[in-house]
């Protein structure tokens, strides 16, 4: 165990540990994330329709660049009976990925720096911008429904951006 000891952040107070153990959950995800759609496909599911109510393609407009192309599929949304599709692919999973893991190592290095207030700051943000992905998906693109695999990114950032918030002058060296 004391061999252990020797890599864990010297920080007071324990966010430096819980931002260790939350990156190392996330480096799991990330891994996840690039090996199989399964459990990404937890997080997102749902099939989406093409949008009926965009204009058609014109000079000006192409329905394929647009951002609501896809609805969720429904009886409203899809009288027609069109082809629903799942929006989890690869490469989107490989971008959850992709970001889950640069916000680890943010929040790995922060565990250690926790007194550099730049560094501080930088780790909200990657707690709000979680925040703000995962909430925009479950509330604006209902791509999310809420569960477990919606609860725990909620619980994980609102934790993280509170407990940062509150002991800002506790770990911050002014």
Known sequence: MDILKDYLPEAKGY???YMLVTSILAVGNCIQNYSTLHYTRR???GKFVPNPSLPPKSNTFDPEDSRLKLVPASAA???KGARAQDQVTPLAARLSGTYTLIS???RIYASYYLHVAPVYHITVCTYV???FHFGTEFAVYKTAPFGLPVFL???F??????WMTTQYGFYVQV
Do not use: M
């Open 15 to 17: 966010l430096p540990y």
């Open 157 to 162: 950032a609102t934790l993280g951006i509170t």
């Open 153 to 155: 990114p909620f619980l």
């Open 77 to 79: 949304t899809n009288p």
């Open 104 to 106: 680890a190592i943010v």
């Open 43 to 45: 997080l997102y599911h």
């Open 129 to 131: 911008v979680a925040l």
